[in-house]
């Protein structure tokens, strides 16, 4: 694999970083600390847009920020994750915007709110901003965690409204889709009690995501989740023109994609409701969204079989924003788990520099695979919050090396952001 793809390798040395910072930067550094203005990310066919100029970004997942950000004494974490990020040149983080029934419920039931837990929302995002972190705000998910789409169903079963038991008909049962409308405009509209901005209008926010990891096994034809993503994304748009859109896919191809024979990890990968191609396609979407998680889709237990695939996904997903969709790609998610057999962390750091050399070949190449975003990180002292695939970034010094040399990679290429500057100082020009 290693000599296949050699020349996806490249290397940014110290006297490279030195003369960009120095000669393309000049002493224009600003410290994170101070107030970092934001700009709204735009789209330009397949590339995101930053102030005019093209933007490849490094970041990470910390889905846990609003439910730690809902008491004072645990906010120190929220602080400590994004000031890490900073330090480590990261400019996105997406995150979840809900937690439907149960502790520290955002939405207690339909259209009622715990405005302490509206007011931690206001907490992660302010301080993103104040940190020149970028947001992606996930608005439901497929799984049960924090309510998800079969909290929706339970509440209109008990309402005596639902049409079926069955944790799909969130997509099809219309009462439920107006349940979840409401949610999306309380959401949206909600003015923040620390800026003073309608989330909306908020620059901090990159983008929405409808639904984390969506599947819809009653209907393999993949027909009632594109309409529920038609219906989704045009109403959310009718209430936000200024941010982007994706849909939260996990990328499989579908019935309608000869690429479900070729490029999807296994042949169920085509049964679950979704197809990545006809979903993204829809007007109203602006980017689309995959996942990589080789250990958990492959059966083969050979390590460079793993890599081999994800060269193949990720290429295969870029191609696919190139040439049929015209919209930039965004990695949401990549790990690998802990709990393979034959784990270590130097395996893991060979998956994650292959993902985040193929971001930059595609930088370089001005192509559509836009960012990566690893899950998970975490900071320390939260345990019961990890999985198989999170960790605390600076305690393993060359996974913090692999992601700060790529921050500083491309900063190179396209120039530093504002927010970065400050940090990037002291990354990009260290022996």
Not at 51 to 59: L, S, T
Not at 233 to 255: C, M
Request: charge should be positive; proline fraction near 3%.
């Amino acid at each position: 694999m290693r000599s296949g793809i050699g020349w996806f390798y490249p290397i940014v040395g110290f006297i490279s970083c030195l003369a960009f910072l120095y000669i393309s930067l000049g002493d224009s550094w600003i410290n994170v600390h101070g107030q970092t203005k934001l700009t709204f990310v735009e789209r330009n066919g397949t590339q995101f847009m930053v102030d005019g100029k093209p933007f490849y970004f490094n970041g990470w997942n910390s889905y846990w920020m609003m439910d730690h950000a809902v008491d004072e004494y645990n906010r120190h974490k929220i602080r400590a994750m994004l000031l890490a990020g900073s330090k480590m040149g990261l400019t996105v983080c997406r995150t979840w915007a809900f937690s439907d029934g149960g502790y520290n419920a955002l939405q207690i039931s339909p259209g009622r709110f715990n405005e302490k837990v509206f007011r931690a929302l206001d907490y992660v995002i302010a301080e993103s901003g104040r940190y020149g972190i970028r947001l992606v705000l996930c608005l439901v998910d497929n799984l049960q965690a924090y309510g998800g789409k079969t909290q929706y169903v339970k509440w209109a079963w008990e309402e005596g409204v639902a049409l079926s038991s069955s944790n799909d008909s969130f997509f099809y049962d219309t009462s439920i889709r107006r349940y979840f409308k409401n949610y999306v405009k309380a959401v949206l509209t909600r003015k923040n009690t620390l800026t003073g901005l309608e989330y909306r209008n908020d620059p901090t926010i990159l983008a929405w995501e409808l639904i984390n990891e969506p599947r819809c096994m009653t209907d393999k034809s993949g027909d009632t989740l594109q309409s529920w993503i038609e219906e989704m994304s045009s109403y959310l748009k009718l209430i936000d023109q200024k941010h982007l859109l994706t849909v939260g896919l996990e990328g499989f191809y579908g019935p309608t994609s000869p690429k479900r024979f070729v490029v999807n990890p296994q042949v169920w990968a085509a049964d679950f409701g979704t197809d990545f191609i006809r979903n993204s396609k829809i007007p109203k979407v602006d980017f689309a969204s995959v996942h990589i998680y080789p250990d958990h889709w492959t059966q083969n237990p050979d390590f460079e079989h793993k890599l081999k695939f994800v060269f193949k996904w990720m290429f295969s997903h870029i191609e696919d924003g190139d040439k049929e969709l015209n919209k930039p790609i965004m990695f949401t998610e990549f790990g690998f788990s802990t709990l393979n057999k034959d784990f270590s962390h130097s395996k893991r750091e060979r998956l994650y520099k292959l993902i985040l050399d193929v971001i930059y070949i595609s930088a370089q190449r001005n192509k559509s695979g836009a960012g990566s975003l690893v899950w998970q990180f975490l900071v320390d002292g939260m345990e019961d919050f990890n999985d198989e695939f999170g960790f605390v970034p600076w305690t393993i010094p060359s996974t913090y090396r692999l992601f700060t040399d790529h921050s500083c990679r491309l900063a190179k290429l396209q120039g530093a952001l504002p927010s970065q500057l400050y940090h990037l100082r002291k990354l990009c020009t260290r022996t």
